[in-house]
């Protein structure tokens, strides 16, 4: 549909609770079809047809092209539902969602390419910056493999991560390119032990153009007239929905833990394990990491909302200890459904079992760059003894303390 007879016409948008009500009516049918998802290492399209329509690929969506165009958190509530049901499913979902946000901050030529005749069109990414470029005239060509694509089944474009470099090849700039399906081959190199089911397999590009409009800074954070959704960092947003993700995983693991331990008796004595001290501990303890990282996600974006509602940039003394709030997750709901896996002794570790799948998949979730909670502690710790922060990610231009 073009954007002036998306204009012309009156959208209802669904509020918040519609569509997290509609994702937490999904968790059964997920939980069904977790161990199928898992075996076809992919996710099938019918299941990501239902979450397309649910209108949750149009939560971060920009409203020129038929989005809802809400606050983050929204999407985030939804993927902590969608985790609790099946984790590569809801990793699909959070992977290829995120990308309408990241609309908001590019030309917007780009998002008329992608989605002029079809609103609905599925966009993937890779951004690590496996790859090499040449500049041309009107933009760049580029050459490469770029490896977990999770979901790239789904996706007829694809973001693609580059470094620029001065020359005197000294990194200047973080890019995000746009790439249609025409320009990549994938290759099926996703054999994984968690999140199998994700499909993260890589893209092939060879001498693929792409003209200027194409690419954002990834580095770059500075004011503009987008709207408030987008004037979130991208690290901000793009970190949080993996975390979010996480946290819905765990709070699955949870849920499966408490509806095995009702009604299991201990081998020994014959008495229900839920009387059991140590596991009322380790439950208990659980829910706590669970309930306290998604708080700091929530609380996080309560905070930075209040810049971007009065149009203004998140500062520093926000962004940087928000990272480490990001990155902590991951450590804490790995640690949560430890705690729960270890006291279901044998029982957990046979496959008919989803808490064992839960545990691998979110080990694997835990690995993903965004929740290096090592680095980004260390990173706030220097930052407030008054010490540089990383050049290229909190911005593309130094910052002061840093060196040009």
């Given amino acids: 549909m073009s954007t ?39 996710v099938p399209a019918d299941i990501v047809e239902q979450f397309k329509e649910a209108g949750f690929f149009r939560i971060l969506q920009p409203r020129r092209w038929g989005g ?8 985030f509530k939804v993927l902590m539902e969608l985790g609790r049901g099946c984790c590569s499913s809801a990793w699909n979902m959070m992977i290829l969602g995120i990308h309408t946000w990241e609309f908001g901050h590019v030309d917007p030529r780009a998002g008329d390419d992608v989605w002029g005749k079809d609103d609905s069109v599925i966009v993937a990414s890779s951004y690590a910056p496996f790859g090499t470029y040449r500049k041309v005239e009107g933009g760049y060509v ?4 770029w490896p977990t694509s999770s979901g790239t089944d789904h996706g007829q474009w694809a ?10 090849k000294q990194p200047i700039d973080r890019l995000s390119v746009l790439v ?7 290759i099926d190199d996703w054999h994984v032990f968690g999140l199998a089911g994700t499909g993260s397999k890589s893209v092939l590009v060879k001498d693929a153009f792409v003209p200027e409009y194409r690419t954002h800074s990834l580095a770059d954070y500075s004011m503009s007239d987008r709207g408030d959704t987008y004037l979130y960092p991208f690290s901000q947003i793009f970190y949080a ?70 149009r203004e940039l998140v500062p520093l003394d926000e962004r940087v200890p928000g990272m480490l709030d990001i990155a902590r997750v991951g450590r804490e709901c790995e640690e949560a459904v430890m705690l729960l896996f270890k006291a279901l002794s044998a029982r957990g570790i046979y496959l008919d079992n989803p808490l064992q799948r839960i545990l691998r998949d ?32 909190y911005s593309r231009d130094p910052l002061p303390g840093q060196a040009a």
């Fill in 362 to 393: 979110v080990i694997a979730a835990a690995n993903h760059i965004t929740q290096n909670a090592d680095d980004t502690a260390g990173t706030l710790g220097g930052y407030l003894l008054g010490q540089p922060l990383p050049p290229l990610f």
């Fill in 180 to 186: 249609p399906r025409t320009d990549y081959m994938i």
């Fill in 68 to 75: 809802y165009e809400m606050n983050p958190s929204v999407f």
């Fill in 241 to 310: 929905a993996v975390s979010s993700v996480i946290n819905g995983m765990a709070q699955g693991a949870v849920d499966v833990f408490i509806e095995q331990m009702q009604t299991r008796r201990d081998t020994t004595g014959g008495g229900k394990t839920s009387l059991s001290p140590y596991v009322k501990d380790r439950l208990g303890n659980a829910v706590a990491r669970v309930r306290s990282s998604r708080a700091r996600i929530l609380h996080m974006m309560h905070e930075t909302t209040r810049y971007t509602e009065r």
């Fill in 4 to 42: 002036v007879l998306r204009e012309a016409v009156d959208y209802s948008i669904p509020t918040e609770e519609v569509l997290v009500e509609r994702a937490r009516a999904m968790i059964p049918m997920l939980r069904a079809r977790a161990a199928e998802v898992e075996q076809a290492r992919s």
């Fill in 159 to 168: 973001f693609l991560g580059q470094i620029l470099f001065d020359e005197n």
């Fill in 142 to 145: 580029i050459n490469g493999r």
